[in-house]
């Protein structure tokens, strides 16, 4: 008897957690880059938004961001919390080094990957090729 009420509690427990994992809300995220052929050396700017999927408002989150070649990371540019969503910068400014001379002609990709308690995670990317 008590171990039919230990399978029945534990059910019970599993069915009550399920709808939470369910109830996470959608992050929506762009990247937008002053153009998808940086120059090497020179300045090149981007910003990543994000809003809450539902509700189009800014969400206050972290945002890591890394270039990745062919699906895997090779650059990795930092990780930041925004608190209105909105982050920005330029490459080739002090303490942002440009797009190196072995990144010429090599296909990049700018991706964001945004954590928000209460939200799922959410990427975006955006291709690059220097030149």
């Known amino acids: 008897m008590l171990r039919a009420v230990v399978i029945v509690v534990c059910a019970l427990g599993l069915a009550v957690a399920a709808p939470a994992t369910a ?12 153009d998808h052929h940086p120059r090497v050396g020179k300045r090149w700017h981007y910003d990543v938004h994000v809003t809450d999927a539902a509700t189009g408002k800014p ?22 919390n925004v608190t209105n969503g909105l982050w920005q910068e330029t490459f080739g400014t002090p303490g942002h080094p440009p797009f190196p001379p072995a990144s010429r002609g090599q296909s990049l990709v700018l991706e964001a990957t945004v954590t928000k308690k209460g939200y799922t995670t959410a990427r975006a990317g955006w291709a690059v090729v220097p030149r």
């Open 23 to 34: 109830a996470l809300k959608k992050l929506h995220v762009t990247i937008h880059g002053q």
């Open 59 to 80: 969400v206050a989150c972290r945002i890591h961001l890394q270039f990745l070649f062919s699906g895997q990371p090779v650059g990795e540019v930092g990780v930041h």
